[in-house]
C-alpha cells in the first residue's frame, strides 16, 4: 500500500505561480511513476503530468506544456509540480497518483486508468 498526500494549493492571481507537493509513503515505494492528474467542476478528470521514480523522464499534457514543471527528491519521497503563468482555466482539485507497473512513453502514461494510488487532492484557484 502507498500513501500520498498533496499539499501546495491555493488561491493564485492569474499570471501567478504555485508549487505543489506530493509526498509518498507506505510499505513499499517501488512504483514506476508519479502523475499530476486534475479535475475541474463539470469536466473530466485530466492527467497533467508524470515523472519516473528510476531516470526521472517526464511527460506533459498540451495545456500545460512549458508552463508546469515536475521534478522529484527521491530521498525525500516527494514530487513537485511547479506552475507558473497561472490561467483561470488552470483552476481545479489536483491530485497525485502512483503507478505501479510501465507504459509506454506518451499520452498512455497520463491515463488515469493504469495509476493505483491516489491522494486525497488540493484545490488550486486560479482568480483576480
Known amino acids: 500500500q502507498l500513501q500520498l498526500v498533496e499539499s501546495g494549493g491555493g488561491l493564485v492571481q492569474p499570471g501567478g505561480s504555485l508549487r505543489l507537493s506530493c509526498a509518498v509513503s507506505g510499505f513499499t515505494l517501488d512504483y514506476h511513476r508519479i502523475g499530476w492528474f486534475r479535475q475541474a467542476p463539470g469536466k473530466e478528470r485530466e492527467g497533467v503530468s508524470c515523472?519516473?521514480?528510476?531516470?526521472?523522464?517526464?511527460y506533459y499534457a498540451d495545456s500545460v506544456k512549458g508552463r508546469f514543471t515536475i521534478s522529484r527528491d527521491n530521498a525525500k519521497n516527494t514530487v513537485y509540480l511547479q506552475m507558473n503563468s497561472l490561467k483561470p482555466e488552470d483552476t481545479a482539485v489536483y491530485y497525485c497518483?502512483?503507478?505501479?507497473?510501465?507504459?509506454?512513453?506518451?499520452?498512455?502514461?497520463?491515463?488515469?486508468?493504469?495509476?493505483?494510488?491516489w491522494g486525497q487532492g488540493t484545490q488550486v484557484t486560479v482568480s483576480s
Open positions: 497518483a502512483a503507478a505501479i507497473l510501465p507504459v509506454a512513453v506518451g499520452r498512455t502514461a497520463l491515463m488515469d486508468g493504469f495509476y493505483d494510488y
Open positions: 515523472i519516473r521514480r528510476s531516470g526521472g523522464s517526464t
